[in-house]
């Protein structure tokens, strides 16, 4: 198992020529590391065209979002099925902007992690807190609310990571500081315990990280990798975090 998951949401970013370009680059990279896993998220008209593109041997391949049916009249969604057959490893489910702009609540959530979990795919499911819900001292048990919620009927977790993300941390430029972040993953580590009997789930953080404040964020105990927006988009920028991580194993 690698140390570190090191994933980009490149989020309603790049058309096809930019997405090729991006991957290109990270293809040019020759030290890849087994101790670090890379992964792309790109929006879900790339995934097929990516997937005969890349080596999959180095760069997992996710998604961005699923709906929790199989089949149906869900139009304009995605099915787990549809991301498996375009060899999709890994799917993001409940970013804050699922949750905040497109209403999206835990049991909703809840349905699709498992559901995918059920399918074989790798879930990295995200909770975190606004800026409010900081201020006011709830944001554990704001994260305690969504593990509890989302992780209903979860049983085997092999295929399950958990992001951290500060709502108020993105797209912001703001980042917690180090103190917040070693605070905030040992709760999440503490409550995976309770909740398994163990905690072999990676951590990840997704507030802001970029070249410049990754060393920093990954060496705190618990933060078991990033979950990358903006830095994503900018191959050199996000290999120099992978390169980071590499050279934390």
């Excluded at 060899?87 to 909703?108: A, M, P, Q």
């Excluded at 944001?139 to 305690?144: Q, V």
């Excluded at 500060?166 to 430029?173: D, E, F, L, M, S």
């Excluded at 503490?190 to 410049?212: P, Q, T, V």
Aim: aromatic share 8%; net charge negative.
């Amino acid at each position: 198992m690698s140390k570190y998951l090191i994933a980009g949401n490149w989020k309603m970013n790049t058309n096809l020529d930019e997405a090729k370009s991006i991957t290109d680059r990270l293809h040019s990279y020759l030290d890849y590391d087994s101790e670090v896993e890379l992964l792309i998220c790109p929006p879900f008209t790339h995934l097929s065209f990516l997937s005969e593109l890349i080596d999959l041997s180095r760069i997992s391949l996710g998604a961005q979002n699923v709906h929790s049916e199989k089949n149906g009249a869900y139009t304009g969604e995605i099915s787990i099925d549809m991301l498996l057959s375009v060899g999709c490893e890994y799917v993001i489910i409940g970013h804050s902007e699922r949750r905040s702009i497109f209403g999206e609540d835990d049991k909703f959530i809840n349905k699709k992690v498992v559901n995918s979990l059920n399918a074989g795919l790798r879930v990295i499911l995200c909770i975190g807190e606004t800026l409010e819900q900081r201020e006011k001292g709830e944001t554990f048990e704001i994260l305690e609310n969504q593990l509890e919620k989302g992780l209903i009927g979860v049983e085997k977790i092999i295929n399950l990571k958990i992001a951290y993300e500060p709502v108020w941390a993105i797209g912001t430029g703001k980042t917690a500081n180090k103190e917040q972040i070693s605070e905030t993953h040992e709760f999440i580590s503490k409550f995976l315990i309770k909740r398994f009997g163990e905690n072999n789930i990676k951590i990840l953080y997704g507030g802001s990280m970029n070249a410049e404040n990754a060393e920093e964020i990954l060496s705190i105990k618990n933060v078991n990798g990033g979950l990358i927006g903006g830095a994503s988009l900018k191959p050199d920028s996000f290999l120099s975090i992978y390169n980071t991580a590499i050279k934390l194993c």
